[in-house]
């Protein structure tokens, strides 16, 4: 602003990203709001391995599996988080949806340098939230867990027969998110 409290110049947009942070043992973490597609409760998901959301199916990842994290039992916050990206699509268990945050791309700090191996492949880096630190999910790692659940499942057998339907009658109205 100029003295007189006119405008001078114009802004520079600054980019910025958007990210769910959820709770998964006690521990936070940030995916990428561009491939959060929706929201399950358990009772909506059910216990299946694949859901089928719309007409889309969603083969279920376990990321605290993944991650080497313990296995909570499910809570009344327990959520289902259906991921889609280029035609690619998963769904990942969560003990708490913490929020949706946008921050601008310099606030996502690098990883330090302990991280030397696959996990710079698993991580985009680290997100303050509130008090705690949320390590972001690289978005590109979670859709190549999704590919290898669903050649998994096809190669059990298990598709067809842990399958549930959600939404699926106009009637019912259960939405995704």
């Known amino acids: 602003m100029s003295l007189r409290g006119r405008l001078a110049g114009s802004a520079v947009p600054v980019p910025t990203e958007r990210y769910l942070i ?5 521990r936070l973490f940030a995916v990428s709001a561009d491939v959060v597609h929706g929201l399950l409760t358990m009772e909506e998901s059910e216990s299946a391995s694949v ?4 007409g889309e199916e969603y083969p279920f990842m376990d990321l605290a599996g993944l991650l080497g994290l313990a296995h909570m039992n499910d809570g009344p916050e327990t959520r289902m988080v259906l991921l889609a990206q280029a035609g690619i699509r998963g769904c990942i268990r969560v003990d708490l949806v913490q929020g949706l945050m946008e921050v601008e ?3 996502v700090l690098a990883l330090p340098s302990q991280f030397r ?4 492949n698993w991580y985009v880096g680290l997100i303050l939230f509130g008090q705690d630190v949320a390590v972001g ?4 790692w979670l859709m190549s867990e999704a590919i290898e659940a669903r050649r998994v499942l096809a190669a059990q057998g298990q598709r067809q027969s842990q399958f549930v339907q959600v939404g699926s009658n106009p009637i019912l109205k ?4």
């Not at 191996?117 to 710079?120: G, L």
């Open 22 to 26: 959820v709770s998964l043992d006690s």
């Open 51 to 54: 859901l089928a959301v719309q």
């Open 105 to 107: 791309r310099g606030q």
């Open 117 to 120: 191996s696959d996990e710079r």
């Open 137 to 140: 999910l690289s978005p590109m």
């Open 174 to 177: 259960r939405p995704a998110c």
